[in-house]
């Protein structure tokens, strides 16, 4: 439980934090040329994409009352931080692999959020449905409308002429 709680509160500083590592590990490793990529493009997605995955996790019920996330996400964003971390190493020879796999984790973990807030999200609306039909249908002391049907009222609006 401490483990998927440190990574609950782990999420928003990991979008400020894996950019940064990017831009640090261009320097120490000599990324050369390859800064441009990390200013242009890569520093933008790994921000935008873990702010966007933070919003989507927290957004779930049952992250929020527990204020920590599922074992799955616990996989998921070790799975997709720890290729981030080795992108930003800059490693020759496997540096297009990291990269590869790092989009296909983030996109696959972008998929997971949107699974589990889906599932969750479904589920709540069909309980909150059957608990308001229980909720009507057993209201006490309101007699059933088929015993109590009445003629609808009618009102008849005449128009007289002042001149008349």
């Known amino acids: 439980m401490r ?4 990574f609950f509160r782990w999420l928003l500083p ?4 894996l950019p940064l590592w990017l831009v640090l590990g261009g320097i120490v490793f000599h990324a050369g040329w390859g800064m441009l990529w990390v200013l242009f493009i890569a520093l933008p997605s790994v ?16 992250v929020r009352a527990e204020r920590a ?4 996400d616990v996989a998921g964003f070790t799975l997709w931080h720890g290729l981030t ?12 692999w990291l990269l590869a796999g790092a989009i296909v984790v983030g996109i696959g973990l972008i998929w997971l959020q949107l699974w589990q807030l889906w599932n969750e ?6 309980r909150i449905r059957i608990r308001e039909t229980i909720s009507w249908s057993t209201v006490p002391g309101q007699p059933s409308s ?15 002429d002042p001149r008349d």
């Open 146 to 160: 088929a015993t109590t049907e009445r003629e609808p009222e009618v009102i008849v609006v005449r128009e007289s």
């Open 3 to 6: 483990l998927r709680e440190a």
């Open 14 to 17: 990991a979008a400020f934090v």
């Open 47 to 62: 921000f935008l994409g873990q702010l966007l995955l933070t919003l989507l996790t927290r957004s779930r019920a049952s």
């Open 69 to 72: 996330v599922s074992w799955w």
């Open 85 to 96: 971390i080795a992108v930003g190493c800059f490693i020759d020879g496997a540096f297009g």
């Open 121 to 126: 999200a479904k589920g709540a609306g069909i």
